[in-house]
C-alpha cells in the first residue's frame, strides 16, 4: 500500500540554524500540507500547497517557514532560523484532488536547543 | 474558526469492553469528521469518517456517530483488543477548505 515518508525521523538543532524537513507524498496525489504537534497538544495545520504554490496557510506559518516541491516526488518544509518554540513533530500529509482523506507520514520529530 | 472540543483525555478499558470518545465542534459549517488513530511514533492515521448528511457510519468494530443540531460527533469500539491502545484524533472540516481542527486526542489504553 502506498504512504507518505518523511525524513530525517529525528533532527536536533541549534537555535537560529536552518532546517529541511523532507517529505516524499504518494505518487498520484495533488495536495500536499505540513502540520506540526507540540508535544501533548493538538495537530496544528500549517499550510497546504497545490500546483506549485500555496492555497492556503495559518498564522503559525509565519516568514521564517517556506514549503518547496524541488522536483517530481519530493515536498520539503524550511524553517529559516529555529527558535526554541519550534521544537515538535512535523507531519506531512497528501491526497488527491477533490476529496477529503488525507494520508499523513510518520513525522519528524525537531528538537531545537 | 472553527474549535474542536474532545473528551475523555484518557480512557482505561478491559478487553472486550466498548469504548465511546466524544467530540465536539463549533462552526455549524463543518461537513466532515474524520478520526485518526496515532500510535507511538507514527502518523495518525484514518480510521473512519463521517459527512454531515450521515447520522452514523460502522466499519466492523469502530463506528461513528454524528449529532448536527447537538454539533457533536462521538467513535465507538466494541470488543476492544490490545492493540486498539493508542491516541485517537477526532477532526472537523468545513465545507470546501480541506483543512481538519483536530480535537486533543484520547489515550486509549486496552487492558489484556
Known amino acids: 500500500e502506498p504512504e507518505v515518508t518523511q525524513t530525517p525521523s529525528h533532527q536536533v538543532t541549534q537555535m537560529g540554524q536552518e532546517v529541511i524537513l523532507r517529505c516524499v507524498p504518494i505518487?498520484?496525489?495533488?495536495?500536499f500540507y505540513w502540520y506540526r504537534q507540540i508535544l501533548g497538544q493538538k495537530v496544528e495545520f500549517l499550510v497546504s500547497f497545490y500546483n506549485n504554490e500555496i492555497s492556503e496557510k495559518s498564522e503559525i506559518f509565519d516568514d521564517q517557514f517556506s514549503v518547496e516541491r524541488p522536483d517530481g516526488s519530493n515536498f520539503t518544509l524550511k524553517i529559516r532560523s529555529t527558535k526554541l518554540e519550534d521544537s515538535a513533530m512535523y507531519f506531512c500529509?497528501?491526497?488527491?484532488?477533490?476529496?477529503?482523506?488525507?494520508?499523513f507520514g510518520p513525522g519528524t520529530r525537531l528538537t531545537v536547543t | 474558526g472553527e474549535n474542536v472540543e474532545q473528551h475523555p483525555s484518557t480512557l482505561s478499558v478491559q478487553e472486550g469492553d466498548s469504548a465511546v470518545i466524544k467530540c465536539t465542534y463549533s462552526?455549524?459549517?463543518?461537513?466532515?469528521f474524520p478520526w485518526y488513530k496515532q500510535e507511538l511514533g507514527k502518523g495518525p492515521q484514518l480510521i473512519i469518517d463521517i459527512r454531515s448528511n450521515v447520522g452514523e457510519k460502522k466499519d466492523q468494530r469502530i463506528a461513528v456517530t454524528l449529532n448536527k443540531t447537538a454539533k457533536h460527533f462521538s467513535l465507538h469500539i466494541t470488543e476492544t483488543q490490545p492493540e486498539d491502545s493508542a491516541v485517537y484524533f477526532c477532526?472537523?472540516?468545513?465545507?470546501?477548505?480541506?483543512?481538519?481542527?483536530f480535537g486533543r486526542g484520547t489515550s486509549l489504553i486496552v487492558h489484556p
Open positions: 500529509a497528501s491526497k488527491l484532488l477533490a476529496v477529503y482523506e488525507q494520508y
Open positions: 477532526a472537523a472540516s468545513i465545507g470546501g477548505s480541506y483543512i481538519p481542527t
Open positions: 505518487s498520484n496525489h495533488l495536495y
Open positions: 462552526d455549524s459549517a463543518s461537513n466532515y
